[in-house]
């Protein structure tokens, strides 16, 4: 019963140690149906050792079955996922060696923290006084060391993740599988936790796959982001290259807040709209020349306060450095112009506005 | 014992209830908790009464009192047990893997309360094997039958009351395999659950007539039925007496599983479960 029998769990799970470096993940061409709902199709995704990458995407585009079948839960219908180069399709989940934190209601209710977090390495057969004192570092990890013994019903729903984090990274798994374990939470402390696990898996350099539904987490937390729709990647990328250079309309309007504005698409690859002409970004060659919407950010828009312009603002919000201006223009079209919040003032709801295009490049989609 | 268990079936199906507002007249609500207390202390205390306590000695020193209570006990056991081992993997399999299942179940452990137990029996005697016709045992596997419903309606609220699927995963996921699952989170979290269909049990085999009558077998009620027609105190006095043994089984349980449930805060259902309801979640 000593910290011998546990194979390659022995190197102490100790706070600051240095990154052991995750083993790398890949699924290939990875499909699987639940009747006649393909839930994946074909995804392919490489995960490098110590990497974050996140997936996010609408509910129901296949994320949770992708991360499912890399913990064991689901099985794929095709397509094969390696660990450290290895096939597991055969490795029943209790011998994969992933930690796994899961929405809520994920801690053993007869169960105190500290029990909680020792329940795996009691599972690989340590002592009790080494799974104790393990246990007890995982807590002191995730700065819970003081609530070692309460069950989980005395815990709130941050420390209760908290915990779960701790169970999952004490058994020293290859891979940490994240199935949403912020959304259950209230904002404030989804940011602390959300920085509390990006700073832990850094350190830790444990492999990571983070699913989630909120993009502003996935791009505040994952070193690449994968943007799913219908069971397979759209795009993945680092967050900056998601939201800067989208490769499909899809994406562009799935991350960040994008503008539609109905425009024409020269057969020379220009586009025309608000009366500007401008590139359009590679990536877009499938939309045939003609009638188009544009995608515009509203930090790309300009806007100025002229008689007889071309739109009339409708509401303004203050977003703090940012103020977002919400402008009707003719043909019933409303976009939403970001402008420094110290020139907002003159822009009051009901003035007439010229919105036009700050001469980037755009995107432009297929007219909705 | 009636009045248990129809209790127990409501406390299950009903929502929890809104807390009342505290000033809602509690003096209507003493004055209907005394009416109830009388409409069952009365007829308690006048059995009482007319019996005298004297009574009580005699009915123990009556023959064929211990031969029946033992084998009332023993069926109590056997039934608990093997209603235990059925009902519970298959619950929990139910719910894991056949959720779909679940009404269907449902109907079928509701069919033992529907058939009148004189038919049921009638039915079994007809088809038993020789071989267990000749032990009190066979009434054991029919009593198995008959708490089918209690039990799996109590199991079933339990593990409704858990997040089954996500413990089940998260159990999975730190390398317990399906044994250490099923006793290190599953069955502690259960606990109440299992109480709630362990206490019916043993409280519809303690009281059951029809069939132990039929099977020609002197359990504790059908011994205080024979010996009802001699002396009326004496006979009055082991009426009670089967009462209070019920009583004091069930309390001896409650109080025995109970102790460590009430530190999880688990399921909802128990007979105690009205006190406890403030202290869940």
């Not at chain 1, 689901?74 to 094969?80: N, R, V």
């Not at chain 2, 109080?255 to 406890?276: E, N």
Request: net charge positive.
């Amino acid at each position: 019963m000593e910290a011998t029998n546990i194979s390659s769990a022995t190197a102490a799970g100790v706070p600051g140690r240095a990154a052991s470096g995750g083993a790398p993940v890949s699924l290939q061409e990875v499909s699987r149906s639940f009747g006649a709902v393909r839930a994946l199709n074909g995804l392919s995704l490489e995960i490098a050792p110590g990497e974050l990458v996140a997936l996010l995407g609408p509910s129901g585009c296949g994320k949770t079955t992708a991360l499912r079948i890399l913990a064991g839960f689901e099985t794929a219908d095709s397509g094969t996922v390696t660990v450290d180069g290895k096939d597991i399709a055969p490795v029943p989940p209790a011998k994969r060696d992933m930690g796994m934190v899961f929405q809520s209601y994920s801690l053993f209710p007869n169960m105190s923290a500290l029990e909680n977090v020792g329940f795996g390495l009691r599972m690989r057969k340590m002592g009790a006084a080494d799974r104790r004192r393990r246990a007890r570092e995982q807590l002191e990890l995730v700065g819970l060391a003081a609530q070692a013994s309460q069950f989980p019903h005395q815990l709130s729903g941050g420390q209760q993740q908290r915990v779960a984090l701790a169970r999952a990274l004490a058994i020293q798994p290859r891979v940490l599988l994240l199935d949403e374990p912020l959304s259950a939470l209230d904002a404030k402390v989804r940011l602390q936790l959300r920085e509390q696990i990006r700073s832990l898996q850094q350190r830790l350099g444990i492999t990571t796959l983070f699913v989630t539904h909120d993009q502003e987490e996935a791009l505040s937390m994952a070193d690449r982001v994968g943007v799913m729709k219908d069971g397979s990647l759209e795009q993945i990328a680092v967050p900056s290259e998601l939201y800067t250079r989208p490769a499909t309309a899809f994406v562009a309007e799935f991350v960040g807040t994008m503008n539609r504005i109905p425009g024409e698409l020269a057969s020379g690859g220009q586009a025309t709209a608000l009366g500007t002409v401008t590139d359009v970004q590679s990536g877009c060659a499938e939309v045939p020349p003609g009638p188009v919407d544009v995608l515009v950010r509203p930090e790309n828009l300009r806007i100025a306060a002229i008689a007889g312009g071309n739109g009339i603002i409708t509401t303004r919000t203050f977003l703090g450095s940012v103020t977002r201006i919400h402008v009707l223009l003719s043909g019933d079209v409303t976009v939403q112009v970001d402008v420094p919040s110290a020139t907002a003032t003159e822009l009051a709801p009901g003035a007439s506005v010229q919105v036009s295009l700050d001469g980037s490049p755009v995107q432009v989609a297929e007219r909705s | 014992m009636a009045a248990i268990i129809s209790d127990e079936l409501a406390n299950e199906t009903a929502p929890p209830r809104p807390h009342r507002k505290r000033r809602s007249y509690p003096v209507w609500r003493w004055i209907i908790l005394l009416l109830t207390a009388v409409y069952f202390l009365i007829p308690l205390y006048a059995a009482l009464r007319f019996a005298g306590i004297a009574s009580f000695g005699d009915v123990v020193h009556q023959t064929g009192f211990s031969d029946a209570l033992i084998l009332s006990l023993k069926l109590a056991v056997i039934t608990t047990v093997l209603t235990m081992a059925l009902m519970v993997p298959t619950t929990i399999y139910v719910h894991l893997r056949l959720p779909r299942l679940r009404r269907l179940l449902e109907s079928i452990t509701i069919l033992p309360i529907v058939i009148p137990p004189v038919v049921l029996i009638v039915g079994v005697l007809e088809v038993a094997p020789g071989y267990l016709k000749s032990t009190p045992y066979l009434l054991g596997l029919v009593y198995v039958i008959l708490a089918m419903p209690f039990a799996y309606r109590s199991l079933d609220a339990g593990l409704r009351a858990l997040e089954l699927r996500t413990l089940v995963d998260a159990a999975s996921s730190l390398g317990a395999g399906w044994l250490s699952t099923l006793w290190r989170v599953i069955l502690p979290n259960l606990r109440t659950a299992l109480l709630s269909a362990t206490v019916l049990t043993v409280a519809l085999v303690l009281g059951e007539f029809t069939m132990a009558s039929l099977d020609l077998y002197q359990t504790f009620p059908v011994w205080i039925v024979a010996f009802d027609q001699t002396s009326g105190p004496v006979s009055t006095a082991a009426s009670l007496l089967a009462l209070f043994v019920t009583w004091l089984f069930l309390l001896l349980i409650v109080t025995v599983g109970g102790r460590r449930a009430r530190r999880t805060g688990g399921a909802q259902v128990d007979l105690i479960s009205v006190t406890r309801r403030d202290t869940v979640r």
